[in-house]
């Protein structure tokens, strides 16, 4: 049975692993700072990202050491024997090139064909050890802490929807039958619970839901529960008695908000419906952020094109390598000297004095993250016209759902909520959402008699298109 991370993790791995977009470059520099605060990565397996990456990069580098291999023993025959030789170093450079290319297609790439893809086998075929400041960048299962570096506090979570705020009075006392009940009291958390089961009951097994803390990175410092070590992470997970002093406060540095998320498409798409209700006085303050995050971006799916070559590719691969080979070699001395120079700077640790320096120097340094791996890596729109109407159903049922159970726990309180219900008319049918996101509407009208004669341009996760038509 497939997991639920299968394709965006398949994608991935095979960019990292096949040299597609650069991917394999973003995942390495993601994990090379010790201090930035885990972000949500959701839909991907991170760990075997970041292995066959590493893996990657060490089958790269020995691809470069070769070719400065066959460049040295070149110019030392040269130089020795005569000049002649230079075809044959020539030739032995053009053959690694060759066979890189044609194992890359007609045995790696198959691996992470949609129909052949095993993680467990992908994990095996390529291992590698991960450092430990890599592993400590890793999303744990139960990581509930976050450390924005922004102003948005919900990073990793993909684009934004909007939302909407809403204030209810709680001594308005409800009408029925011309008088006015009782209001009735209740606790924030009776109010989440009520919620979590009107979800329940719709059926949907792949509903998540958590309690989330949210943190501006440069609040966390000399806050031992949230920044463990200045020179580390932030924390990924606030123990009970830690997320106890948040969970139902106003905390101006640590906020609470409780999300539920659905995940599909093989962790191609995700919604993620924060809400986070406040009781201050004689009010509720109920606030909703939604956010979807896409699927992984064309560049990173080239691997879907690659096919085992057959007798004409092949031929033109070894004529490329005729031409690219050789000049790998040339330039490999250059590399060498790249690369010597990084692994002089990793045994003295001299990026890591100067990053703790700079720390010390600067009590406001931002733990934060402004944005996750895997959102980095995503595109500005669908893939297919399915996934979109079923962001749009995932999203609808969100909203729908917690609406009616707002309104019938403050209904059964004795309550009044009939600005909340006019409220959820307005959010429920406009298609509208004021608070932030995109406005994405056929047409739009304002007022008693008001007309709208359509010629919009619409933006849809950064796409403009045009639509013509007419409104009343």
């Not at 692993?17 to 839909?43: M, S, T």
């Not at 050491?65 to 230079?86: D, P, Q, R």
């Not at 009291?185 to 059926?203: C, H, K, M, W």
């Not at 560049?299 to 096919?307: L, P, T």
Request: aromatic share 12%; hydrophobic share 40%; net charge negative.
């Amino acid at each position: 049975m497939p997991k639920p991370t299968d394709q965006s993790t398949r994608l991935l791995c095979a960019s990292a692993l096949l040299g597609h977009g650069r991917a394999r470059q973003k995942i390495i520099d993601w994990f090379q700072d010790p201090n930035r605060a885990v972000a949500l990565e959701l839909g991907v397996d991170l760990r075997l990202a970041v292995q066959v990456a590493r893996y990657a990069e060490a089958r790269n580098r020995r691809y470069w050491w070769a070719y400065f291999t066959v460049a040295f023993l070149t110019l030392l025959a040269s130089a020795t024997v005569g000049v002649g030789l230079a075809l044959l170093g020539a030739l032995a450079a053009s053959a690694i090139w060759a066979r890189r290319k044609i194992q890359e297609r007609n045995s790696l790439a198959s691996m992470f064909w949609p129909e052949l893809f095993d993680s467990d086998v992908v994990a095996n075929r390529f291992p590698a050890d991960l450092e430990a400041e890599e592993l400590s960048a890793l999303p744990s299962s139960d990581q509930n802490f976050f450390v924005y570096g922004g102003f948005l506090p919900f990073v990793g979570a993909g684009h934004d929807l909007g939302g909407w705020s809403v204030a209810v009075a709680l001594d308005k006392s409800k009408e029925q039958f011309g008088q006015k009940e009782t209001p009735q009291p209740f606790t924030i958390e009776e109010l989440y619970a009520n919620i979590d089961s009107g979800l329940d009951q719709l059926d949907l097994a792949a509903i998540e839901k958590r309690d989330c803390y949210f943190a501006n990175g440069i609040d966390v410092r000399g806050n031992r529960p949230l920044l463990p070590d200045i020179f580390g992470r932030p924390s990924q997970r606030l123990e009970p008695e830690v997320a106890a002093q948040y969970i139902f406060k106003d905390d101006e540095k640590v906020r609470h908000y409780r999300c539920y998320r659905i995940i599909g498409w093989g962790g191609e798409l995700a919604l993620s419906y924060y809400l986070r209700c406040s009781r201050r006085g004689n009010t509720l303050f109920v606030e909703t952020k939604r956010f979807l995050l896409t699927p992984v971006a064309s560049e990173y799916r080239a691997v879907d094109n690659m096919v085992p070559t057959d007798l004409h590719d092949v031929f033109a691969v070894v004529v490329t390598a005729v031409f690219v080979g050789p000049s790998f070699a040339v330039v490999s001395p250059v590399w060498a000297i790249v690369e010597l120079r990084r692994l002089w700077r990793d045994f003295w640790g001299s990026e890591d004095k100067e990053r703790r320096e700079l720390i010390e120097r600067n009590p406001l340094f931002n733990y934060g993250t402004v944005q996750s791996l895997r959102q980095s890596l995503s595109s500005p729109q669908f893939r297919h016209y399915f996934q979109k109407i079923d962001g749009d159903f995932y999203n609808k049922l969100f909203e729908r759902e917690v609406l009616d159970s707002l309104v019938e726990f403050l209904d059964d309180h004795n309550i009044d909520t009939s600005d909340l219900k006019e409220r959820q008319t307005t959010i429920l049918n406009s298609g509208v959402i004021v608070q932030g996101g995109d406005v994405n509407a056929e047409s739009l009208a304002v007022g008693p008699g008001a007309e709208a004669i359509k010629n919009v341009t619409k933006r849809v996760f950064g796409v403009k298109s045009e639509t013509e038509g007419a409104g009343k």
